[in-house]
């Protein structure tokens, strides 16, 4: 099997972590979560990394990945660990960039999106709003396509709900091992930077992919958020854009390369340097999931 790296993109909530953890699920495969964090840290919590296996600290596999350095991170590790495949949902545009432009093995990059609604409940179950995922979504999105970083789709609630046909399909792309029970990614032990904080719990317990229900309070406002996403070109532009990349639509040569020559460094990818600074100067909080919150495993 030839060694990559499989970058799994995508905004906050939008189910990355699971997807990250299903695909690891593999004796010779490497789940890392958003190892950038480590590397590039902008809370508080990225700068004392736990490992989310039982051992915690204490891991010996994680305390390797920790004494690799950011430029080769992925070759070494797999390297280091005897791996063929490693999974990093970083999701950060600018890591995605230059890992892309920077590795010296093969790179597919897959990104994980919600349609608006699910992405609304997501933010709005945390007590972020009914609206703050708009920001989230047309920010990151636009990024993505103006940084030409070929990628391919998985729309998040069409992947679990129907997975039993997406995950063998999705595996047979990237050529990595597909198995019966790959989804069932809580009976494999990984070793964890970061993500879901509701999901990084579910790891080596049993576990269920659904997508959740939505709230009463939700409910109620509904209507008035489908009609607003409904008459929201700008929203539906980019919607149709992201399943022109649907996977199922592209075969596995199409996007897995070794070296990408037309990925650009917009302007925003020198105000994120800038931003990342700021960051790590002043640290932000951990998130509401982390601060007496219940944490969540839809990420």
């Known amino acids: 099997m030839q060694r990559k790296v499989i970058l799994v993109l995508g905004t906050g909530r939008s189910g990355s972590t699971i997807v990250d953890l299903i695909l690891g699920n593999d004796d010779r495969g490497m789940s890392c979560g958003e190892v950038y964090a480590y590397f590039r ?39 280091t660990l005897n791996m063929d495949f490693i999974i990093d ?64 789709s998985i729309n998040y609630k069409t992947f679990v709900e129907s997975i039993d046909t997406e995950l063998p399909a999705l595996c047979s792309m990237l050529k990595i091992p597909y198995f019966e029970q790959k989804k069932a990614f809580w009976n494999h032990q990984s070793h964890h930077f970061f993500g879901s904080a509701g999901t990084r719990e579910q790891i080596g317990q049993k576990s269920s992919l659904k997508v959740p229900e939505f709230s009463q309070d939700f409910q109620n406002q509904l209507e008035e958020l489908k009609h607003d996403i409904e008459n929201d070109k700008e929203v539906n532009d980019i919607l149709e854009k992201l399943k022109e990349y649907d996977f199922q639509l592209f075969s596995s040569n199409d996007f897995v390369h070794s070296h990408f020559s037309g990925i650009r460094k917009p302007p925003f990818y020198y105000w994120n340097i800038l931003k990342r600074w700021r960051n790590y100067i002043f640290p932000r909080p951990p998130p509401l999931s982390l601060q007496g919150r219940k944490p969540d495993s839809s990420r």
């Open 41 to 79: 840290p902008w809370r508080k919590m990225h700068r004392h990394p736990t490992c989310s296996c039982s051992s915690g600290v204490e891991c010996p596999v994680f305390n390797k990945m920790r004494e690799l350095h950011e430029n080769g991170f992925h070759e070494n590790c797999l390297n």
């Open 89 to 152: 949902s970083s999701k950060e545009i600018n890591w995605a960039i230059d890992v892309n432009l920077n590795s010296r093995i093969p790179v597919a990059n897959i990104l994980v999106y919600k349609e608006p609604i699910d992405l609304a409940y997501s933010f709005f179950k945390r007590g972020l709003g009914i609206q703050v995922w708009r920001e989230h979504f047309l920010k990151y999105h636009k990024q993505l396509l103006a940084s030409q970083i070929p990628f391919i």
